[in-house]
């Protein structure tokens, strides 16, 4: 059975347990793009999308507002993680 949870690099990938609101509120940025997975930050959830050589995260509250949006490489350097 399909429970709609996919495994990621980074976390879960929940689109589908995503509200269409969420969903819709990071459409604009991933005009021309790819959504490559979806994280769960604490009550938000964060869109990690592909354009242009460059993955960008944009945090969404479950009703649907960005919140922020930022570069996954500098994100990930500040972690201390590899760079993809």
Known sequence: MDTGLRRGRGGINQRLQCA??????????AKGGTIVRWEKEGENYEAVIEKDGKQTGVEVTADGKVVSRHDESKEHKEKGEKGE
């Open 20 to 29: 269409a609101a969420v969903q819709k509120a990071v459409e604009p940025d």
